[in-house]
Each structure stands twice: as C-alpha cells, then as structure tokens.
C-alpha cells in the first residue's frame, strides 16, 4: 500500500495595507490546509476578532465562510485546500475584512517548502506590530487616532488620572490608553499558543 504523500508548506508574507510603518505576519500553512483553516489562522495571528464579514480573491475568484446577511460564495471553505489552489512561489492574493474598515491584506508566497513531522503547523515565525482596534474606522482614521495618541499624550493623560486619584472610574479609559501605547508590541509567542490550541481542536483559541 502506498504511503500517503505528506503537504507541503506554503511560507506567506501577510501585510496589511495603507499602514505605515507596515504591520505584517510571516506565516507557514500546510497546503492540505482548508480556505477556512487560513482565514482562522489569519484572525489569530492578526488579533482581529472575527467579529465581521471577509473575503479571499485568489485568481479572480473569492473565497470565504458565508454569514447571514454576508457574502454568499460557491465553494465550501471547509473543503476548498490551499493543494487545490495552485499557489506559486511570488503570486499574491487578497484578503479582506471588515467591508466598513476595509482592512486588505495582501499575502505573497515567499516559498513553499518541505513538511517537517516534528513541527507545528500553522506557525507564525515572525511579524511587527499589533493591528489596529477593531471598528476604529479604517486605515485613515486609524492613522490620526495613532497620532492623537502619541507616547506623549498617553503619559500626560496617565498622570492626570492617578492625581485625580480617578483610577476606578477610568478603568476604560486606561486600557485603551494602555492599547495605544503597545502598539509596536507583538506577542509572536502568545500568537502561536492560540495557533496550536487551533489545531489541536481546543476551541479556547477563540475571541470572547
């Protein structure tokens, strides 16, 4: 009986656009990986929350996991494999979420390499800098808002409320303040703790 052959492993650059300085993910996906499985993988690995609609465009064509009131697409995800695609070193494809923010993230394929048995699939072997809030607005809005909250202002506004001694009515105030100043902060190893309770079927990988 012949021995099944192992995947391949398709190494993915993921930058999101019209941000600078670029927020990107370098990622490895198995090509018996499902559309489904990469569109996960794309929300862990972004910190996006999953909380709205989205779509691939791969050779003209989309891609994605249908919602109620959302996009209606011709393929199951779940049976659509990246083998199937016929992905090429150098190619690049879209994906898309939040049609109102309209977050595009374009992927390229920087290689596809040989399966490794021992390794854990997906990975995250590298990236800069956390994406943007969720509902923020948009690259434009989300570009102003990262000035506004300037390292400056942020100390400034932390100071004010400890003198005003106004921490318990500012609890909110704070995280956010707290979100705006680790924005060049990228957890890779916490990334790809959710990636592999992802894979394993442990459904703790998923946002509250």
């Known amino acids: ?31 018996d990986s499902t559309i489904a499985d990469l569109h996960y993988t794309l929300q862990i690995v972004m910190g996006w929350t999953d909380s709205h609609l989205h779509r691939f465009i791969i050779h003209a064509k989309e891609y994605g996991i249908a919602q109620m009131g959302g996009i209606w697409f011709s393929d199951d995800p779940a049976q659509v494999k990246l083998s199937d695609l016929d ?27 040989a399966f490794e048995p021992n390794q854990n699939y997906p990975l995250c072997t590298n990236g800069k800098r956390k994406a943007p809030p969720e509902d923020c607005g948009g690259a434009w809005a989300y570009l102003t808002q990262r000035q506004q909250y300037s390292v400056g202002y ?19 105030e704070i995280r956010q303040l707290d ?9 890779r190893h916490e990334v790809n703790h959710r990636l592999r309770q992802y894979a394993s079927g442990d459904k703790d990988w998923m946002f509250n």
């Open 1 to 31: 009986m012949l021995k099944p052959l192992e995947p391949l492993v398709y190494q993915l650059k993921v930058v999101l656009q019209g941000i600078s300085p670029m927020i990107w993910r370098r990622i490895l996906v198995k090509s």
């Open 87 to 113: 992905l090429r070193v150098r190619e690049r494809f879209v994906y898309e979420y939040d049609f109102g923010d309209n977050w595009q993230h374009l992927l390229r394929v920087e290689a596809i390499l």
């Open 154 to 172: 942020v100390a400034q506004r932390l100071s004010e409320i400890l003198l005003e001694d106004a921490i318990d009515e500012s609890l909110e």
């Open 179 to 187: 979100n705006w100043l680790a924005i060049e902060r990228f957890d």
